[in-house]
């Protein structure tokens, strides 16, 4: 199947400007979170006018800028957006939930059996709500709305390791990104022109838009002064 889809039509976003945070001094600063490093080691940058071009590999969006070429990776991109699309809805208390229609049942550890009794709530902030079905054994009740047909199974033990992580101040972003990571798009998946369209406008309106919430970058540009060297023009 060919790898490349092109566009009739061409797609605009508007360039979005980027606030920076404040710096805390060093003798008054918590310890960082996984965020808070990416945010303070990656330059800030703002998603020029682009035009969606396609889709490569079924991986990667294409799109052209007015300086040159962009490859957005659509799993990282995904990543950022419902990053903070989670956070959001978090702060909010607003997280959508989404009942099983069959009962899902899961077995765990009984390490994990103590840490699930003990948050129960933290769970259920987070969209899952279990009721104990035996001694190691849960039922699952809902899930979240995002994790849908996802993998909701690792997600949930990523979770569950983030939980038992003693001394972990942050382990609430770890669970974040977790949803994030396992809610978003993957490579191989191929999207429809609408959705590379509203992929890449959700992501230019981000606080971050070229990383995703583990560090790595969501997209690469090549410069048409560099396309020119490579075609010795």
């Known amino acids: 199947s060919a790898i490349y889809s092109a566009r009739k039509l061409p797609f605009f976003i508007e360039e979005k400007k980027l606030e920076i945070p404040a710096r805390v001094s060093p003798g008054t600063q918590s310890p960082k979170s996984k965020e808070q490093a990416v945010l303070e080691e990656t330059p800030r940058t703002t998603l020029p006018v682009l035009r969606i071009l396609g889709q490569a590999s079924d991986s990667y969006i294409v799109a052209e800028g007015p300086d040159g070429v962009y490859l957005i990776d659509q799993h990282a991109a995904h990543e950022r957006v419902l990053f903070e699309k989670i956070s959001g809805q978090r702060l909010k208390q607003s997280l959508k ?31 899952f709500s279990l009721e104990p079905f035996g001694s190691r054994t849960f039922i699952i009740k809902t899930i979240p709305a995002l994790l849908n047909n996802k ?9 569950l390791d983030a939980l038992s992580s003693e001394g972990s101040a942050d382990y609430s972003e770890k669970i974040i990104i977790s949803l994030a990571c396992h809610g978003a798009v993957k490579a191989g998946d191929r999207l429809s022109d609408e959705e590379m369209e509203e992929l890449v406008k959700d992501l ?6 070229n990383t995703c919430p583990h560090g790595r970058p969501t997209l690469i540009k090549m410069r048409f002064n560099e396309l020119e060297k490579e075609f010795e023009r």
């Open 97 to 127: 939930l989404q009942g099983l229609l069959t009962s899902e049942t899961i077995e765990v550890t009984p390490g994990d059996n103590s840490i699930i009794s003990a948050n129960g709530e933290s769970l259920k902030e987070f969209g």
């Open 151 to 159: 993998d909701w199974r690792t997600a949930l033990r990523e979770i």
């Open 204 to 209: 230019s309106q981000t606080s971050l838009p």
